[in-house]
C-alpha cells in the first residue's frame, strides 16, 4: 500500500439485504443414565498454576449431578464445580475421587 491510499474497510456485504447471522444450537443428544452405566475418566490439569482433577463426562440431570458434588466435595473437604457434563475438583485428589464415586456406585474405564 503506498502513501496516501485510503484502506476500503468494505466487505461487499450490506446489513439490508437479508442477511442474518444464525445460531449454531450444540444441543448433544443427553440421556440420563443409572451410576452404574456410567464409564468415567479421572484426567489432571493446571490452571492458573494449581492442580485441577477433572471427572467425566457425567449423563445425570443437572440436580441430581449437583447432589452428587455436594456430597463428594463435603466427603472430600475439596472445592469443586460442576460444568458441562463434568465434575472438577480444587487439588491433585484423583486416588479420593476415585474412591468416593465407586462408593456411589460410578464406574471407570480401565
Known amino acids: 500500500m503506498s ?6 474497510l468494505d466487505l461487499g456485504a450490506s446489513w439490508n439485504e437479508g442477511w442474518s447471522m444464525e445460531e449454531e444450537t450444540t444441543a448433544k443428544a443427553f440421556t440420563i443414565l443409572e451410576p452404574s ?4 475418566v479421572l484426567q489432571k490439569e493446571k490452571r492458573r498454576g494449581k ?5 467425566g463426562s457425567f449423563s ?3 440436580e441430581d449431578a449437583q447432589k452428587v458434588l455436594t456430597t463428594l466435595k463435603k466427603s472430600l473437604a475439596c472445592g469443586g464445580a ?3 457434563f ?3 475438583f480444587q487439588g491433585d485428589i484423583a486416588p479420593k475421587v476415585h474412591e468416593a464415586l465407586e462408593k456411589l456406585g460410578f464406574r471407570f474405564k480401565k
Open 86 to 88: 463434568w465434575m472438577e
Open 82 to 84: 460442576y460444568k458441562e
Open 3 to 8: 502513501r496516501g491510499t485510503k484502506l476500503s
Open 51 to 55: 492442580a485441577v482433577t477433572l471427572v
Open 60 to 62: 445425570l440431570s443437572e
Open 37 to 40: 452405566a456410567h464409564r468415567l
